[in-house]
């Protein structure tokens, strides 16, 4: 709330910047006389045109550098675009951005490519006003990959949806829709696929966004949905808003509890109230979405499932008695249905076998105990772990708190909530799993 009176500043200067710089850039549209492209070509510079794209640029044609591939790829991704939005592809075959890829930035302006006089901010790797946009050139093919559809995605919905949502929507949006992987195996050239979580490191090189996320949480920074929403547009000078921004919007729209009160309100307007009407619609529980993004958080990883992760926090039965609970391979956390009090001992016993994944051709059996052939997190994959939710004291992010693993144990109960179990497995490697655990809790 406090970032309001600041973030409507903002949304005052950005309309001015993006009025003036419709009139005073290009007004003769991306190939008339006097346009981008006839600027470029009188400034040398390379023009390269797919059907949803103009992009100019300095960068000088080097073998295997991807860079010829941007419009066409930029083409697939507007397609991605309009589904996420349900525009008509056919409606808006004309439209068209025009993209200027900068490695020295005085040639562009000199070509009046590059407005001057603060009509373009001095922008760090990318600026977008209505369908013109700016980006610095990136040594890494897929992060300037990124880059390009990022601010893409900006044009699209600056354009095609009147786009002035505050900051965490609108930036958070972009990274969403531009995370990507690159079919190389495609038959007519590398193909765009849409990955709204990164499956490999490989596949979004220096993007580092889960990791950084993974850092603040190791630190107990990381933030609450609350937290997000508030950001104020300066924090996107920094990486972590970038990545707290897009995680936001992955979760919302991922996560099956809380994806159909996102859609609903990005079919309504993209304005400033875009938060507010968010959080207001009847489908929408804040304090579950605050607890399930924190959760999410607490085991973001490539590929997270958010189907198979998601959390039923049922409070269950208190423990007076011995309960047994199942507990399936294929998921995340699982709730074993009982509840203990705080400082409350428990004794659990885990028995039953399970298929963790596949290697070298064979399926990879654990019990309890797990397989010391592969590893997540510290501790063997396949490993029965129990834990709690904890809320801690210093006001830092929630989480589960492993308090037993393996094939039997106890421990006592870290506060007064349900019990939970889960095998031990990155959250991106669920699916190939199968089987499942029986475990008998004794109080
Ligand atoms: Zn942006």
Same mark, same amino acid.
């Given at each position: 709330?406090?970032?309001?009176?600041?973030?409507?500043?903002?949304?005052?200067?950005?309309?001015?910047?993006?009025?003036?710089?419709?009139?005073?850039?290009?007004?003769?549209?991306?190939?008339?006389?006097?346009?981008?492209?006839?600027?470029?070509? &009188?400034?040398? !510079?390379?023009?390269? *045109? %797919?059907? =949803?794209?103009?992009? @100019? /640029?300095? +960068?000088? $044609?080097?073998?295997?550098?991807?860079?010829?591939?941007?419009?066409?790829?930029?083409?697939?991704?507007?397609?991605?675009?309009?589904?996420?939005?349900?525009?008509?592809?056919?409606?808006?075959?004309?439209?068209?951005?025009?993209?200027?890829?900068?490695?020295?930035?005085?040639?562009?302006?000199?070509?009046?490519?590059?407005?001057?006089?603060?009509?373009?901010?001095?922008?760090?790797?990318?600026?977008?006003?209505?369908?013109?946009?700016?980006?610095?050139?990136?040594?890494?093919?897929?992060? &300037?990959?990124? !880059?390009?559809?990022? *601010? %893409?995605? =900006?044009?699209?919905? @600056? /354009?095609? +949806?009147? $786009?002035?949502?505050?900051?965490?929507?609108?930036?958070?949006?972009?990274?969403?829709?531009?995370?990507?992987?690159?079919?190389?195996?495609?038959?007519?050239?590398?193909?765009?696929?849409?990955?709204?979580?990164?499956?490999?490191?490989?596949?979004?090189?220096?993007?580092?966004?889960?990791?950084?996320?993974?850092?603040?949480?190791?630190?107990?920074?990381?933030?609450?949905?609350?937290?997000?929403?508030?950001?104020?547009?300066?924090?996107?000078?920094?990486?972590?808003?970038?990545?707290?921004?897009?995680?936001?919007?992955?979760?919302?729209? %991922?996560?099956?509890?809380?994806?159909?009160?996102?859609?609903? $309100?990005?079919?309504?307007?993209?304005?400033?109230?875009?938060?507010?009407?968010?959080?207001?619609?009847?489908?929408?529980?804040?304090?579950?979405?605050?607890?399930?993004?924190?959760?999410?958080?607490?085991?973001?990883?490539?590929?997270?499932?958010?189907?198979?992760?998601?959390?039923?926090?049922?409070?269950?039965?208190?423990?007076?008695?011995?309960?047994?609970?199942?507990?399936?391979?294929?998921?995340?956390?699982?709730?074993?249905?009982?509840?203990?009090?705080?400082?409350?001992?428990?004794?659990?016993?885990?028995?039953?076998?399970?298929?963790?994944?596949?290697?070298?051709?064979?399926?990879?059996?654990?019990?309890?105990?797990?397989?010391?052939?592969?590893?997540?997190?510290?501790?063997?994959?396949?490993?029965?772990?129990?834990?709690?939710?904890?809320?801690?004291?210093?006001?830092?992010?929630?989480?589960?708190?492993?308090?037993?693993?393996?094939?039997?144990?106890?421990?006592?109960?870290?506060?007064?909530?349900?019990?939970?179990?889960?095998?031990?497995?990155?959250?991106?490697?669920?699916?190939?799993?199968?089987?499942?655990?029986?475990?008998?809790?004794?109080?």
């Amino acid at each position: 709330m406090q970032a309001r009176p600041r973030l409507r500043v903002w949304l005052s200067a950005l309309a001015l910047v993006l009025a003036l710089v419709s009139a005073l850039v290009w007004p003769a549209g991306p190939a008339g006389a006097g346009s981008p492209v006839e600027l470029a070509r &009188r400034a040398g !510079l390379r023009v390269l *045109e %797919g059907r =949803h794209l103009t992009l @100019l /640029t300095d +960068r000088p $044609a080097r073998d295997g550098d991807g860079v010829p591939d941007l419009p066409g790829l930029f083409d697939e991704a507007f397609a991605a675009w309009c589904r996420h939005y349900h525009v008509d592809p056919a409606a808006h075959a004309d439209w068209r951005a025009v993209g200027c890829l900068i490695v020295d930035r005085e040639r562009f302006r000199a070509a009046g490519l590059l407005p001057v006089d603060g009509v373009v901010p001095d922008f760090e790797n990318g600026f977008c006003a209505a369908d013109r946009f700016w980006l610095v050139d990136q040594s890494n093919p897929d992060y &300037r990959r990124h !880059l390009l559809l990022h *601010e %893409g995605v =900006h044009a699209f919905t @600056l /354009t095609l +949806r009147s $786009a002035a949502a505050p900051p965490w929507y609108t930036e958070g949006i972009a990274e969403l829709l531009a995370m990507h992987r690159l079919d190389r195996a495609a038959a007519r050239g590398a193909r765009f696929v849409p990955t709204p979580i990164p499956e490999r490191p490989g596949d979004v090189e220096q993007l580092g966004r889960i990791e950084t996320l993974r850092a603040l949480s190791a630190a107990g920074r990381a933030p609450g949905l609350e937290d997000v929403f508030a950001l104020p547009p300066a924090a996107h000078r920094e990486l972590s808003a970038y990545a707290a921004s897009w995680a936001a919007a992955a979760f919302l729209a %991922g996560h099956p509890t809380h994806r159909t009160a996102f859609a609903a $309100a990005e079919r309504g307007p993209l304005d400033r109230d875009f938060t507010n009407r968010l959080t207001g619609t009847p489908e929408w529980d804040g304090p579950r979405a605050s607890r399930d993004f924190a959760a999410f958080l607490d085991d973001l990883d490539y590929g997270y499932d958010f189907d198979r992760m998601a959390v039923d926090w049922a409070p269950g039965r208190p423990l007076a008695e011995p309960h047994t609970a199942t507990v399936a391979a294929d998921r995340g956390w699982q709730n074993a249905g009982s509840m203990l009090a705080a400082g409350q001992a428990c004794s659990f016993r885990a028995t039953g076998r399970t298929t963790v994944g596949r290697a070298a051709g064979r399926d990879l059996e654990s019990g309890p105990d797990g397989i010391t052939l592969r590893w997540h997190r510290g501790r063997p994959v396949g490993r029965l772990l129990v834990a709690q939710w904890v809320e801690p004291a210093d006001g830092s992010l929630p989480s589960f708190r492993v308090l037993g693993e393996g094939a039997a144990g106890r421990f006592t109960a870290a506060a007064a909530g349900p019990l939970y179990c889960k095998l031990n497995e990155s959250p991106g490697e669920l699916a190939d799993n199968a089987g499942g655990l029986t475990v008998s809790l004794t109080p």
